[in-house]
Each structure stands twice: as structure tokens, then as C-alpha cells.
């Protein structure tokens, strides 16, 4: 099959006249930045009316010039142009510095130097129409150009598209700045003061259409897009698509030879093995299909079969080589040909396969990872254990030497499929065909070139016994593929999934998140949102995270920030762009200009009304990274999060059998129950709301007040009936023994008198709601009992309080009684609603450390306890540690969140608990982190519970 992008040519305008400059600035870039939703007009919103602004561009140029707009695009998508300047912010500040003459005193001069120093300050002190301009670094360069020029001397526009784009291939070209001021002087003086800004914001590469780029792909051809998704050659997109009617096939969609493409990525496991089998193992059609592919079909027996393979922790990569010629590029398109090599001569990988390939193939594109291989362990490292400074370094220099010579590790390309053989797309053929091609056509090269192992697999037994295999390994996970998929670029897939082991400790996913607000002063939160993809893509807030952050992290955050922050009290964003819901940050951004964080939870709320606009939000998060290799447009989407979130509902949703004796004895009732379960591990384990109060028998005796809200004898029955409790209209005397029973009322009547010498307790209705709000039973305390004579209760609740009245075993106090509490201390002054407003969001993200609950919820099971000698000692001060510091302690593995391994015996012990969690490993199994001892200690001086991949303890 001939390519057809390699045989495209450039077409011909009708109209000899070059486009001007201006048709850019005015009539497309100026009218989608002046776009709002107050100058709409009929338009349903202010995406329709940019989209439309788009289309209007194109129907003029198509009307006006012709076929040919890659001039055009070159402007209008300075981040997709291969053009590279090496300019950036700072050097641009230099660069205009020597450009305007401006000298060292003057007010213009101090301008531009300290352009991102203060810049809330200066965002506080500009007005509506000038606040926007304060981090535009462009925008800032063409005041002060406005500024120094004559005004009797008004310039017009008299540039054309094609002169700005010979100016920026000359600038290539340039590297000092004495010849980059001489190139650009004269050029700026012809520029009307639009024109300036937008001819720096192209410099700088920053994105123009931003949201809107699919759109002006799609206004200008149906298939250009599509096409832009296997290459990524402007040139050769728009050149190839002239005739908006005339559409490309599928042959011509395909994978393209040494054009870079985003490769086709897995989905995660949503439904059981037993259900995945059979979705793996679907029959082929044997309708219009080549005898050939049938009869190996036949004679493989795959019918029934799929196949399973190692999920292997690397970098995606993508190989191209056409008559000895490589491209490597990685799955976001990012050239690393440069590293890894362009030929068989240079390069620190290209250099050794030189036999690696079949002598009949002339080209050839593969799919695969590229990992690190350690001659000394003997085994793989994580690719990020390379040296990433010299391959950036290497990529930034244009150096070609081998930046790995030298090394015991070395670049190790596991290759799983293969797309294009000879001029043959190969994407369109089930992967059975696809993986004999491969075998065929690679003559492997040991630990650097190599086919990833693959098996065949039928039953749900066979994905249970590789799970056992990738936990006693401790590696990442398994593929599970279809043998009869077709490769699908840019998509997912229902039949290429990814099956990895889940912890306890989090609900199974680290999700790549972009910031699109912050607030605090002491203690930064950074705010997450999700793309609602049903909501023209406006981003609703999701979820706000401050821990997890090293001061370099924080800093390297707010470098790329800082410029973009924009104050939510003076300009708040449009709500096509995001919603915040009723938590507001104090300071907002485009997520455009943002970046990506890859967020860990230890659990995911699917029940509260939260104040995010997403409707939901994570518990207990840290920031494991910042993803630096991704865009914003990549992060997981609102609608993708909800089938996450749907899932794993079902599964914490489920009713919790607990074992409970309701026949004991007077001291073993309602103060026994609370005293035991402190005791116990079942202290740690978590109620579900529906089962929160099963075995408990309530007597409502009258109404209850709370916060100004009345709540009826009939409402607390349901309410109590509501919640697996059972009510009564009297007590019996003969039940006290038998059952718990709560008589619930506020106030002491005379019937109650009765009640109470006959020995029931009276209790305050508050403890239900204050367990509701605490999604547990909480231990009664003086502050909710009404009255009792039962000594044994007093004397339990005397050990649960300090002298003030503070709780020793509730680990957090409910807003209600905090305000109750606050209602007992003089005030000398009022406060205005906006100073305790103030006051409060201080407060809340003071990043105050409660030490005591560091490792509260959280059961830790401590290997070695029947050790002797010196392990016996480090046992004790684990055990110390934990307990300290608000944790549990499990007498086995089933049902930990973490298995704690004493320093000393980390060698003798890790064999042994991979065994014993490989017996016990089902589908269902989530299991604990394996940690050194060294995770207690990190943990303790952050405050906050550590990530646990950086301390597990390796087999």
C-alpha cells in the first residue's frame, strides 16, 4: 500500500495576493478572545458562537484565497509548528529589553523585568479590563511598545501571513540576541500593536485557539482531525485535505510510516474474570474473511482463547524504521529518535540491532515499552531510574553520542505488537495474525530487543493464577487481550484491559487531575477539577489536596503557575470554562495553563452531599507526582470518574457482618459494648450508614430540638428504623439484660423517673446524629446522657473525658458541639461576617498536624511477632509507634491495610508473607502494602500518612 501523505504536494491559491496578517488578528484570534457570555448573542453559548467564528475564517479564506491555509495554521498553532525558537519567557524579557532600548531606571524597564514578581498585588490594584493582562507577558510587550511609539504616527497593518513566516523561519536560524534584535526591529516597527502581541505569544509557542483547536480541524475538512490523530505533520494534513467533500477511507486513516501517532491505550477491569472471559473469548466471523487467516486460526485453536501478558513499568514507545531510517516518538508524541538513535551507527540502542530485524523487512512500525535493564541485578529498573537529565539533555543538545555508554543499565525495548510491515497496514488484522507476523519478522537481542512473553488463557482460574504470579513477583500487573483484536489508534478498548492488583488502603486508582484553583496562605490546597464532556468540557471542581508536597514540589508548581493565577473575588471565571461549586478558591486558572497531578486516595465519598461541583470528592489524598508528560486534556473526565465512582460503590456499599452476643450481662451493656469495641479490632472496621445501628433497640419517649430544627417522636423512629435499628413504644424490664436498649429523650419526665429507677439509661438524642455524622458508633459520653443511676456507665464515661470535658476517644468533634462549646467563652468583640469568613479559610488550610491520629483508621499487621531476640524488641517499638499515633493492630494478615516489616528482618520475612497472601489472593482480594519500617517514621515527621510505593519492601 503506498502511503499517501508521502506523494501529497503543496496546493495553489486562486487569488496571487498574499493573505494579510490582519485576517489572523482581527477576524479570528481577536474575535475568539473577545468573545463572552454578556456579547453571545443569539448564539445558545459562548462555544457555540467561537465555534462559529471559526467556521466563518475558513468559509473566508475558502472564498477569498483558496485551498491553501497552511500558512495560516503555521500562526494559528505555534504550539503544533516544529518550528523552535529556544525562547522563552526569560529570554524574551532580555530579548525586548535590548529590542526597545530600555534602560536600567526606567519605569518600562522595571515593567518587563519583574513582570511575575507581586503579581497578586498588581492583579488587586488593576481594574476588570486590565486585570487579565498582568501575567500576559505578550500583552505587557505591546503596552510598553504602544507606549514608546510616536502617536501622530499611526501604524496600519501592511504585513502578510507569508512575511511573518519567513520572519520566524529566519529567527530559527538566529541564536544570538545582537542578531535575533537586528531580525526583528524593523519588522516590530510595521506591526500595529495587536499584531505585536500575537507575534510574541507565537515566539513563545503558547497556544491561541486553546479549547477550540479541534474545532478549527474539523471546520476546515470532516477527516482533518481524524487524520491529525496517526500524524502529526501539519503540512501534510492540510496540503493532503483540500475538497471538504471529498473524504479520506480507512486505509488512508491508518497508521502512517515515520509519522508520529497517538497508539491505542487499555481500559481498566469493571467487571468480574468469569464476565471478562467471556467478552475475551468471542467467536471470530468466518464471513468474508482470507482462507489464510482462517485456517491459522483453526490450526492455533484460538477460538475460545485470549491471551494474557505482563504489564511491564516503562515508557510507551513507538518504533519506526524505514530502509535503515528510526523515529522514535513516545505515546503523547514526543520525539526520542535522538536517544535511542536515527541509524545503526549512532545512538544508544539502534546501534545494536542491526541484525535484530528480519533481512525482507524494508519498513516496519512496533508498538511496545522501552524499560531499564540492569546488567548488575540482573533484572528490570523502573525506566525513571535512568539517567532522565542527560536524555533530556541529550534531546536539548542535538547529542549524539550515547548518553547510556558506559552504564550497567542500558535502554531494553519489549515489543508486544506490530502495525506496519513493508507498505502494508497491519492495524486492521486480529492480533493472533499480528503477534505470528511479529515472531516472524524480529531476531530478538538479548536485554535489548526483545518480544514481551506472552500466554494463552481461557478460563477465569488462568487470570487468578498470573494475578498470584504478579504479587509473589511484586510487579505491576497483567494485560489481558483479545486475539482477535483490530488495533485502534487514539481510543481505548473493551478488549485490551489492564488488570492490576488492588490495595486497602485506596480505592484502586491514581488519577491525573489538572489544578484549576488553590487556596490557603499558610498551608497551599491545590483544587482538581474533572472535564464534563456532556457540559461543552467545562471543568467542575472535584476535589482539593495539600499534602504530599516537598518544598521543591511547591516551588516547581508555582513557577509555572504564578503568571496565571487569577483572583476569584475580581474576576471570576465564565461558567462555560468551571463551576466550584459552593467551596470557593481564592484563586483560580485556566486549566490550559495549568498542570497535571496524579492524586492517591485512601477512599472516595459516594454517599455526602460534598460542596464540590463534581458531586463528589476523595478522602484522605496525597499527590503522588506532578505530571509534567501530560496535558490537561488527558486528565480523566467527569463522566469517566462517575463509572469509577459507580463501581466502587457497589463494592464498599455491602453489608458488614459483625458478630454480637445480645444476651449478656448488666455490665456487659451499652458502656460494655463501646468499652470492648475499643479493645478490639473491630474498633478499626467501618459501619456502612444503612447497618449503623443494627442490634441497638431504641424507645423515643418525646421531640428533639436541634439547631433550630424540630425533629418529631414519629421522624427519630424512622430515622432510627432507617439505619438497621429497632423501636419500641415501651421498655420491659424483663428485656434489660437481653437486649440494648436506648431510651432517647432530652428532658426527664416523670414517666422517664420511672424508666430510669427501673435501671434504663436515659441518653440525649444528639448521640444519633453525632454518630451519623461520624458514620459510626461513637462512645457515650457525660455530654450525651440525659440521666442514669447505672454505676458502671458513670465510671465509664468518667475514663472517656478529660476534666474540661474533652472526648479521649472521639477522634474529631462534630461542628454542632464545637459550636456549643465555643458558646461558653466570652467574646470581648464582634467579629464582621466577612473578618470570621476570613479567619476561617485561615484557618482550614493552617495545615495544623494532629500527631495523635497520623495512622487513624488505618490496621497494621507487624511481621516477625514470633521472632525472638532483637526482632522481639523491634516488634514492641512498632507496636509503641502505632498505637501512639491513633493506629490498630492485627492479629493477621486478612483484612490489614499494611504489613509492617522490622528493619532487621526484612531479608528472612518478605519471602514468607508473599506466600502466605499468595494462598489467601482471590478476585476480590484487595491487598495490604508490604513497608519497611521506615514508613511509620516518614509518616510521623510529615504528619500524614506517607505514600507507601516509596517505602514497600522489595522480595
Given at each position: 500500500m503506498a502511503l499517501f501523505l508521502d506523494h501529497v504536494t503543496e496546493p495553489s491559491n486562486f487569488n496571487p495576493s498574499p493573505a494579510p496578517f490582519d485576517l489572523l488578528v482581527s477576524d479570528l484570534w481577536g474575535k475568539l478572545e473577545a468573545t463572552t457570555s454578556e456579547n453571545?448573542?443569539?448564539?445558545?453559548?459562548?462555544?457555540?458562537?467561537?465555534?462559529?467564528?471559526?467556521?466563518?475564517?475558513?468559509?473566508?479564506?475558502?472564498?477569498?484565497?483558496?485551498?491553501?491555509?497552511?500558512?495560516?495554521?503555521?500562526?494559528?498553532?505555534?504550539?503544533?509548528?516544529?518550528?523552535?525558537?529556544?525562547?522563552?519567557?526569560?529570554?524574551?524579557?532580555?530579548?525586548?529589553t535590548k529590542l526597545l532600548n530600555l534602560q536600567k531606571g526606567l519605569a518600562d524597564y522595571t515593567i518587563i523585568r519583574n513582570w511575575k514578581k507581586s503579581y497578586h498585588y498588581k492583579a488587586r490594584?488593576?481594574?476588570?479590563?486590565?486585570?487579565?493582562?498582568?501575567?500576559?507577558?505578550?500583552?505587557?510587550?505591546?503596552?510598553?511598545?504602544?507606549?514608546?511609539?510616536?502617536?501622530?504616527?499611526?501604524?496600519?497593518?501592511?504585513?502578510?501571513?507569508?512575511?511573518?513566516?519567513?520572519?520566524?523561519?529566519?529567527?530559527?536560524?538566529?541564536?544570538?540576541?545582537?542578531?535575533?534584535?537586528?531580525?526583528?526591529?524593523?519588522?516590530?516597527?510595521?506591526?500595529?500593536?495587536?499584531?505585536?502581541?500575537?507575534?510574541?505569544?507565537?515566539?513563545?509557542?503558547?497556544?491561541?485557539?486553546?479549547?477550540?483547536?479541534?474545532?478549527?480541524?474539523?471546520?476546515?475538512?470532516?477527516?482533518?482531525?481524524?487524520?491529525?490523530?496517526?500524524?502529526?505533520?501539519?503540512?501534510?494534513?492540510?496540503?493532503?485535505?483540500?475538497?471538504?467533500?471529498?473524504?479520506?477511507?480507512?486505509?488512508?486513516?491508518c497508521v502512517q510510516l515515520m509519522y508520529q501517532f497517538v497508539p491505542q491505550s487499555s481500559k481498566k477491569l469493571e467487571v468480574s474474570y468469569e464476565a471478562l472471559c467471556k467478552r475475551m473469548a468471542a467467536k471470530m466471523s468466518r464471513e468474508g474473511k482470507d482462507p489464510k487467516l482462517l485456517q491459522q486460526y483453526d490450526s492455533e485453536l484460538i477460538e475460545d482463547v485470549?491471551?494474557?501478558?505482563?504489564?511491564?513499568?516503562?515508557?510507551?514507545?513507538?518504533?519506526?524504521?524505514?530502509?535503515?531510517?528510526?523515529?522514535?516518538?513516545?505515546?503523547?508524541?514526543?520525539?526520542?529518535?535522538?536517544?535511542?538513535?536515527?541509524?545503526?551507527?549512532?545512538?544508544?540502542?539502534?546501534?545494536?540491532?542491526?541484525?535484530?530485524?528480519?533481512?525482507?523487512?524494508?519498513?516496519?512500525?512496533?508498538?511496545?515499552?522501552?524499560?531499564?535493564?540492569?546488567?548488575?541485578?540482573?533484572?528490570?529498573?523502573?525506566?525513571?531510574?535512568?539517567?532522565?537529565?542527560?536524555?533530556?539533555?541529550?534531546?536539548?543538545?542535538?547529542?549524539?553520542?550515547?548518553?547510556?555508554?558506559?552504564?550497567?543499565?542500558?535502554?531494553?525495548?519489549?515489543?508486544?505488537?506490530?502495525?506496519?510491515?513493508?507498505?502494508?497496514?497491519?492495524?486492521?488484522?486480529?492480533?493472533?495474525?499480528?503477534?505470528?507476523?511479529?515472531?516472524?519478522?524480529?531476531?530478538?537481542?538479548?536485554?535489548?530487543?526483545?518480544?514481551?512473553?506472552?500466554?494463552?488463557?481461557?478460563?477465569?482460574?488462568?487470570?487468578?493464577?498470573?494475578?498470584?504470579?504478579?504479587?509473589?513477583?511484586?510487579?505491576?500487573?497483567?494485560?489481558?487481550?483479545?486475539?482477535?483484536?483490530?488495533?485502534?489508534?487514539?481510543?481505548?478498548?473493551?478488549?485490551?484491559?489492564?488488570?492490576?492488583?488492588?490495595?486497602?488502603?485506596?480505592?484502586?486508582?491514581?488519577?491525573?487531575?489538572?489544578?484549576?484553583?488553590?487556596?490557603?496562605?499558610?498551608?497551599?490546597?491545590?483544587?482538581?477539577?474533572?472535564?464534563?464532556?456532556?457540559?461543552?468540557?467545562?471543568?467542575?471542581?472535584?476535589?482539593?489536596?495539600?499534602?504530599?508536597?516537598?518544598?521543591?514540589?511547591?516551588?516547581?508548581?508555582?513557577?509555572?503557575?504564578?503568571?496565571?493565577?487569577?483572583?476569584?473575588?475580581?474576576?471570576?471565571?465564565?461558567k462555560e470554562m468551571m463551576?466550584?461549586?459552593?467551596?470557593?478558591?481564592?484563586?483560580?486558572?485556566?486549566p490550559a495553563n495549568s498542570v497535571v497531578l496524579e492524586i492517591k486516595a485512601r477512599s472516595i465519598e459516594v454517599t455526602a452531599?460534598?460542596?464540590?461541583?463534581?458531586?463528589?470528592?476523595?478522602?484522605?489524598?496525597?499527590?503522588?507526582?506532578?505530571?509534567?508528560?501530560?496535558?490537561?486534556?488527558?486528565?480523566?473526565?467527569?463522566?469517566?470518574?462517575?463509572?469509577?465512582?459507580?463501581?466502587?460503590?457497589?463494592?464498599?456499599s455491602k453489608v458488614q457482618t459483625v458478630n454480637r452476643d445480645l444476651k449478656r450481662r448488666r455490665e456487659d451493656s451499652l458502656y460494655g459494648i463501646f468499652s470492648k469495641r475499643n479493645k478490639n479490632e473491630e474498633k478499626c472496621e467501618m459501619y456502612g450508614l444503612l447497618s449503623l445501628f443494627r442490634g441497638l433497640h431504641f424507645i423515643i419517649a418525646n421531640d428533639y430540638e436541634i439547631s433550630d430544627n424540630t425533629f418529631t417522636q414519629g421522624e427519630l423512629e424512622q430515622l432510627a428504623s432507617n439505619h438497621g435499628g429497632i423501636t419500641h413504644l415501651h421498655p420491659k424490664k424483663d428485656d434489660l439484660h437481653a437486649k440494648t436498649i436506648l431510651v432517647l429523650s432530652d428532658q426527664v419526665t416523670p414517666r422517664l423517673e420511672r424508666w430510669l429507677k427501673e435501671g434504663f439509661d436515659i441518653i440525649s438524642p444528639r448521640w444519633i446524629f453525632d454518630c451519623l455524622q461520624n458514620k459510626q458508633l461513637i462512645p457515650i459520653e457525660p455530654q450525651f446522657v440525659t440521666a442514669s443511676e447505672n454505676p458502671h456507665l458513670i465510671s465509664a464515661m468518667a475514663s472517656r473525658t478529660d476534666p474540661f470535658g474533652d472526648s479521649y476517644t472521639t477522634s474529631s468533634l462534630t461542628p454542632a458541639g464545637f459550636f456549643r462549646h465555643l458558646r461558653g467563652f466570652e467574646i470581648p468583640k464582634s467579629l464582621t461576617g466577612k473578618s470570621i469568613e476570613s479567619e476561617m479559610s485561615e484557618l482550614a488550610h493552617a495545615g495544623t498536624v494532629v500527631l495523635a491520629n497520623v495512622f487513624g483508621g488505618c490496621k497494621m499487621y507487624i511481621a516477625g511477632e514470633d521472632q525472638g531476640g532483637e526482632s522481639c524488641a523491634s516488634v514492641c517499638r512498632i507496636q509503641r509507634r502505632i498505637l501512639r499515633f491513633g493506629g490498630y493492630i492485627a492479629d493477621k494478615l486478612q483484612g490489614c491495610s499494611y504489613i509492617v516489616v522490622p528493619s532487621l528482618q526484612e531479608r528472612n520475612l518478605i519471602d514468607g508473607l508473599r506466600c502466605q497472601l499468595l494462598q489467601e489472593y482471590t478476585e476480590q482480594s484487595r491487598l495490604p502494602y508490604i513497608v519497611s519500617e521506615k514508613f511509620l517514621g516518614a509518616s510521623i515527621e510529615a504528619g500524614e500518612l506517607a505514600d507507601p510505593e516509596q517505602f514497600l519492601v522489595k522480595g
Open positions: 453571545k448573542g443569539q448564539f445558545p453559548s459562548v462555544s457555540a458562537k467561537k465555534v462559529s467564528i471559526i467556521e466563518s475564517f475558513v468559509k473566508t479564506w475558502r472564498t477569498h484565497f483558496g485551498q491553501n491555509v497552511y500558512l495560516a495554521v503555521r500562526l494559528t498553532f505555534p504550539n503544533k509548528d516544529g518550528r523552535k525558537y529556544f525562547i522563552k519567557d526569560v529570554a524574551l524579557v532580555r530579548l525586548v490594584l488593576a481594574g476588570n479590563e486590565e486585570r487579565a493582562g498582568v501575567s500576559d507577558l505578550p500583552l505587557i510587550i505591546s503596552r510598553i511598545v504602544l507606549r514608546r511609539r510616536d502617536q501622530n504616527n499611526v501604524v496600519k497593518s501592511s504585513v502578510s501571513i507569508e512575511e511573518v513566516n519567513n520572519l520566524l523561519d529566519k529567527l530559527t536560524e538566529t541564536s544570538h540576541a545582537k542578531d535575533q534584535v537586528a531580525l526583528l526591529q524593523p519588522f516590530i516597527d510595521r506591526l500595529t500593536i495587536a499584531e505585536v502581541r500575537y507575534l510574541f505569544q507565537i515566539i513563545l509557542k503558547e497556544s491561541i485557539l486553546s479549547f477550540f483547536e479541534r474545532s478549527f480541524f474539523v471546520a476546515w475538512h470532516p477527516d482533518a482531525y481524524e487524520l491529525f490523530k496517526v500524524c502529526n505533520d501539519m503540512k501534510k494534513i492540510f496540503w493532503a485535505l483540500t475538497d471538504p467533500e471529498k473524504r479520506l477511507n480507512r486505509d488512508q486513516l485470549f491471551l494474557i501478558e505482563e504489564k511491564v513499568d516503562g515508557d510507551r514507545m513507538l518504533m519506526h524504521m524505514n530502509e535503515g531510517k528510526f523515529l522514535w516518538h513516545t505515546r503523547r508524541r514526543r520525539d526520542y529518535t535522538m536517544v535511542y538513535g536515527e541509524n545503526y551507527h549512532i545512538g544508544s540502542l539502534t546501534k545494536h540491532l542491526v541484525d535484530a530485524l528480519n533481512p525482507a523487512v524494508k519498513s516496519i512500525v512496533l508498538d511496545g515499552e522501552m524499560v531499564a535493564w540492569s546488567k548488575d541485578q540482573n533484572a528490570l529498573l523502573p525506566f525513571g531510574t535512568l539517567r532522565l537529565a542527560a536524555i533530556q539533555e541529550a534531546i536539548q543538545q542535538f547529542n549524539t553520542v550515547d548518553v547510556y555508554e558506559g552504564n550497567n543499565s542500558w535502554p531494553f525495548f519489549l515489543i508486544f505488537d506490530i502495525l506496519h510491515l513493508n507498505g502494508k497496514d497491519l492495524s486492521h488484522l486480529p492480533l493472533f495474525y499480528r503477534k505470528s507476523i511479529l515472531a516472524k519478522v524480529v531476531n530478538e537481542v538479548p536485554h535489548r530487543f526483545e518480544l514481551l512473553k506472552w500466554v494463552k488463557a481461557s478460563l477465569p482460574q488462568d487470570i487468578k493464577v498470573n494475578m498470584q504470579q504478579i504479587v509473589s513477583d511484586n510487579n505491576e500487573g497483567i494485560m489481558v487481550k483479545s486475539l482477535l483484536l483490530n488495533y485502534r489508534v487514539h481510543s481505548r478498548d473493551n478488549t485490551w484491559i489492564k488488570v492490576k492488583p488492588e490495595y486497602l488502603e485506596n480505592f484502586g486508582e491514581n488519577l491525573d487531575l489538572v489544578v484549576i484553583g488553590k487556596v490557603g496562605k499558610i498551608k497551599t490546597s491545590y483544587m482538581c477539577g474533572l472535564r464534563d464532556d456532556e457540559n461543552e468540557g467545562s471543568y467542575k471542581l472535584f476535589c482539593s489536596v495539600a499534602n504530599g508536597f516537598l518544598h521543591a514540589v511547591y516551588r516547581h508548581i508555582e513557577s509555572k503557575l504564578c503568571n496565571f493565577w487569577v483572583d476569584y473575588n475580581e474576576r471570576k471565571p465564565a463551576q466550584f461549586g459552593t467551596k470557593k478558591p481564592d484563586y483560580w486558572i485556566d452531599d460534598t460542596p464540590y461541583a463534581a458531586g463528589s470528592t476523595l478522602h484522605n489524598l496525597w499527590c503522588r507526582a506532578v505530571r509534567d508528560d501530560k496535558g490537561y486534556e488527558e486528565c480523566i473526565s467527569l463522566q469517566e470518574y462517575q463509572e469509577l465512582k459507580a463501581r466502587y460503590s457497589l463494592d464498599i
